[in-house]
């Protein structure tokens, strides 16, 4: 077992504290970082060494940000300046990397040490052609990328600009009660409906989740989000769908249902993720 001084632990808490306390950093508007650069820092003696989580980057705010795995399930990370990032091949010592090289859609491996029921990283591995990616979609190194981007900021997480986009096909997966597998048949579905979205240029993916009305508030909403994170995984990894061309998924409950929840027919028709195929109004049609 690795030893760390009190002195470090002190020092790694602290520094919990002051990421806290200045959660704008992670303004995605920074300039785009260099993937050989890596935050070094002890783990603190107060910890013990958490699981290991593989995932996809699905949400960031402040000092968390939260990585959803292949089945569906969405941990929540804390993110402290001593998080050694590692990208590629190896560690590169030197400057810290800046906390927006952490973009949504970025598939990660992340070390975590544990306290209390609170996940802390203590390491995050990404591949730097996926960082290299993001990070020219996100500079916009041509008109075309440039205004993807613009539309992809505009709808990250939440739907309130959806009038800005055209809808050009919706495509259906439905579970079971309770449950977050994807049928073959959906799976088939998802990867045509993947492979037709893009032959259309500037397209983008955004991925809702729903429930029925069966079960409590806060189970709907963490389902939703489990159902929408898997059909997500499924297209990216499977579907070979890119990530930079994925919207951050969203879990609505039981909201908007398609059918009515007095009928089983209907509530088989609301366990639900939708993958909306967008296309920008400002590009549609270039």
Request: overall charge positive.
């Amino acid at each position: 077992m690795r030893v760390i001084s009190k002195k470090q632990g002190v020092r790694f808490l602290a520094a919990m504290l002051a990421v806290s306390a200045s959660g704008g950093a992670y303004a995605q508007q920074q300039s785009a970082p260099d993937p050989n650069i890596v935050v070094n820092g002890p783990a603190p003696s107060a910890m013990t060494e958490g699981p290991e989580i593989k995932g996809v980057i699905t949400a960031r705010t402040g000092d968390r940000m939260k990585v959803t795995s292949a089945d569906g399930a969405s941990t929540t990370i804390a993110i402290t300046d001593m998080t050694r990032v590692k990208a590629g091949g190896g560690l590169f010592g030197g400057s810290k990397l800046a906390p927006n090289a952490l973009l949504n859609g970025l598939p990660v491996t992340v070390k975590t040490m544990q306290a209390d029921g609170v996940l802390v990283a203590s390491q995050i591995s990404l591949r730097k052609n996926d960082l290299r990616t993001a990070t020219m979609i996100q500079s916009g190194t041509s008109q075309r990328f440039e205004e993807q981007a613009a539309a992809t900021e505009a709808l990250r997480g939440r739907m309130a600009d959806i009038d800005k986009y055209n809808v050009k096909s919706t495509t259906n997966v439905h579970f079971d009660v309770g449950k977050t597998e994807i049928s073959p048949q959906d799976k088939a579905e998802l990867c045509t409906a993947a492979n037709s979205a893009g032959q259309t240029e500037n397209a983008l993916l955004l991925v809702v989740g729903y429930t029925d009305s069966t079960g409590s508030d806060d189970f709907n909403q963490e389902l939703s989000e489990k159902r929408a994170g898997r059909v997500i995984n499924y297209l990216q990894q499977v579907c070979g769908w890119k990530p930079y061309r994925m919207l951050t998924p969203t879990g609505m409950a039981k909201a908007d249902p398609a059918a009515s929840n007095d009928t089983p027919e209907g509530k088989a028709q609301n366990r639900r993720v939708a993958v909306n195929v967008l296309v920008s109004k400002s590009v549609d049609g270039l």
